[in-house]
């Protein structure tokens, strides 16, 4: 199937075609979409893609509102739209990926399975066509919390295109399918997780980091970084079986595997110390979890450990990318956790 089949194109779109706001925008869109702009170098090319996910819109709120101003990029800009079909099921913004339908962010390798492994296939064919010099991935947060970057090389180039957004940068050694592993082909690429989807500053960070992005004339040099970077390493991703249950409530119900306080996002990139407990755990004990760290090592006894029906770090803990939707805790992962240090767990 080629990409005109998969993918739409829009070249340098005027005002006039993109509707007066991001959802009147979305309802125009058909399918996955690129979007190109000639910038004032037209030798060089960036490229950014975001709405990977339906139910994360901070990227295409800041990419409609720059489109909307008619800025002219310092360099020509490559923008791909990859969830249009999730994100347009009403309620619009509602649906992480189609029902029956695959992660699309994690169909960027071979087989290539299905409607999403070919919508990956053909953003993958649109990139080598492009040769960017750089890529980002631009996303909200499963739940909230503060901005961070991810990417699977931590180098001044990453840290760089970090600091356009944001201060944290998670490097992992973890490989699920997911277009940040572009950064494989030399392309230096970075994952942007802004924050909350509903949370106004993570749409203002998104377009601040994207005004950042398309008018600076090198965006890969540290030394113009807008701030100093926090590197955290190779963190331990928690992952709930596929059979088990959870709730998010203030004290348990009984009939659940696994039971969280609704306010757990608040622990997001703040550190829990041994003795204090994250949620309470049903009979399966802790049977129901996996923890895969670096080089995909099983390490849940360092990270987790029971006392008196409830669950604590067994040691202290930085967690982030904790959700309290039900439905992403189990498709993807409860949080990743490193040490209090922000090193490793091992």
């Known amino acids: 199937m080629s990409n005109l089949n998969v993918l739409d194109y829009l070249n340098n779109p005027s005002p006039r075609t993109l509707g007066r706001s991001p959802l009147e925008w979305l309802d125009r869109l058909n399918k996955p979409t690129v979007v190109r702009v000639a910038g004032r170098d037209r030798s060089r090319t960036r490229a950014m893609a975001t709405l990977l996910h339906g139910n994360e819109p901070s990227g295409l709120f800041a990419l409609h509102r720059w489109l909307l101003e008619q800025r002219t990029p310092e360099v020509n800009m490559l923008f791909v739209l990859g969830g249009v079909y999730p994100a347009k099921i009403p309620p619009m913004f509602s649906l992480r990926q189609l029902p029956e339908g695959l992660d699309l962010n994690r169909c960027f ?27 980002l991935d631009v996303h909200n947060t499963s739940g909230t919390g503060p901005a961070f970057a991810v990417t699977i090389t931590n180098d001044a180039a990453h840290q760089a295109l970090t600091s356009l957004f944001t201060d944290r940068l998670i490097m992992t050694d ?22 909350g989807a509903q949370d106004e500053h ?145």
């Open 109 to 135: 390798k071979e087989p290539f399975e299905g409607e999403e492994g070919a919508i990956a296939q053909a953003m993958l064919a649109e990139l080598r066509n492009a040769r960017p010099e750089c890529l």
């Open 174 to 195: 973890l490989r699920l399918g997911a277009l940040m592993e572009y950064s494989e082909q030399e392309v230096p690429t970075v994952t942007i997780e802004c924050g």
């Open 202 to 346: 993570a749409h203002q960070l998104a377009y601040e980091g994207l005004v950042r992005y398309t008018s600076k004339p090198d965006v890969l040099s540290l030394e113009k970084a807008e701030w100093e970077v926090a590197v955290l390493r190779n963190p331990i991703r928690v992952e709930l079986a596929p059979e088990a249950t959870i709730e998010y409530r203030p004290e348990p119900s009984g009939h659940a595997d696994l039971t969280f306080p609704p306010d757990i996002e608040h622990r997001n990139f703040g550190v829990v110390s041994p003795d204090e407990p994250l949620g309470w755990i049903g009979n399966k004990g802790l049977s129901i979890l996996t923890a895969i760290g670096h080089n995909r090592t099983e390490n849940l006894e360092q990270v987790l450990r029971i006392k008196d029906g409830q669950i604590y770090p067994a040691q202290a803990i930085k967690a982030f990318m904790i959700t309290t939707n039900p439905v992403i805790a189990k498709s993807d992962c409860l949080f990743y956790a490193v040490k209090a240090t922000g090193e490793p767990i091992f």
